[in-house]
């Protein structure tokens, strides 16, 4: 537990909070919590206020419970929650990945709560424990202008990016994005710490440029800032309706590829919530129908329930997904942040 502590402080408060970020946060913090007053569930969201909230609203309105959200960056959320555990303020915690989770889950900072739509969701989408949920999903992709890379040029494996012609052509986000953090202890895992390292360092040494956003990502793929990119599936379909030019991969599928990495946004409920039942309607109301159709139609997630139609979006069955616990993604983070400092 001490070892956890000493992780989940490091990481999500010296490595992600800077003062400034600080300052900034109780400030946000006072006006959320002025708003709480009259509210009867309080949000931390990882997820942007573009993506959740016109799903808070429509619980609003279905449910007539008042919601006060307070968005942010999934590990800065979850610092509050870890300074917060004498007196948790948040009833419900959403994040952009798994990993997150299972940190504060060993803190004893989540409560479980098992949401009947879960009981059909695969496994590796939801904690063993009912501890968290996954709520949709997004899989790690290349995405490429198409202007800039042509035919047989399109890589199909993120291998192929350490090649001379990608020299200061590929674009990613660094692992204040905690899906590309996650996408690090992945590659860990499935390739082995010196293998892993070799191939970042390689990218490092062709000229990768590392970014602070995912958005940042793909504008500047489709904007011709760059030629390639590695962000979220997602962000393919923010560049199309933004009308750019840009094309989607989804890398090494071949029989001996070991596929793409998709992470869960979940839902969990923080330990010692004050609106408890609340927090458990809301979750269930996240696995509902019209919440699944606006997380996927709206944000281009991908569904991880059956029986939700994925519209535009490729679904779970439409690719390979590397196959990889998040409670390993988990354990693997320490090491992750140690081992790539350049990200």
Do not use: C
């Not at 390689?202 to 800032?225: A, F, H, I």
């Amino acid at each position: 537990m001490a070892h956890s502590r000493r992780l989940v402080r490091r990481h999500l408060s010296t490595r992600l909070l800077s003062s400034w970020a600080f300052l900034l946060t109780v400030s946000l913090l006072l006006h959320v919590y002025a708003s709480a007053s009259a509210s009867e569930l309080v949000i931390y969201s990882g997820r942007k206020e573009s993506a959740i909230k016109p799903v808070v609203e429509l619980f609003e309105r279905q449910t007539g419970i008042k919601v006060a959200l307070k968005v942010g960056k999934t590990s800065g959320l979850a610092n509050e929650i870890l300074q917060e555990r004498e007196r948790p303020r948040a009833d419900i915690f959403i994040a952009t990945e798994a990993g997150v989770d299972e940190i504060l889950a060993r803190e004893g900072l989540l409560e479980p709560y098992t949401s009947r739509s879960a009981r059909t969701m695969a496994a590796e989408h939801k904690s063993s424990r009912g501890l968290w949920t996954g709520i949709s999903g997004r899989a790690r992709v290349i995405i490429y202008n198409k202007d800039l890379v042509k035919g047989s040029d399109i890589p199909n494996s993120i291998f192929d990016l350490t090649e001379a012609k990608w020299k200061g052509k590929v674009a990613i986000a660094g692992t204040r994005e905690r899906t590309t953090l996650a996408w690090l202890s992945a590659l860990l895992e499935v390739m082995g710490e010196a293998k892993a390292k070799a191939y970042i360092d390689k990218l490092l040494e062709n000229g990768l440029k590392v970014l602070p956003d995912n958005s940042d990502v793909w504008r500047g793929v489709g904007s011709g800032e760059f030629a390639v990119g590695l962000t979220n599936s997602p962000n393919y379909y923010l560049a199309l309706e933004a009308k750019l030019p840009v094309g989607v991969v989804y890398p090494d599928q071949g029989p001996s590829g070991m596929g793409v990495l998709v992470n869960p946004n979940t839902v969990a409920i923080v330990k010692g919530a004050k609106s408890l039942d609340q927090a458990r309607r809301f979750v269930d109301f996240l696995l509902s129908k019209p919440s699944q159709e606006l997380l996927v139609h709206h944000a281009f997630e991908i569904p991880l329930l059956h029986g939700i139609d994925p519209g535009p979006v490729r679904p779970l069955a439409g690719f390979k997904a590397l196959q990889i616990s998040q409670e390993r993604l988990a354990d693997l983070e320490e090491k992750t942040i140690t081992l790539f400092p350049g990200l």
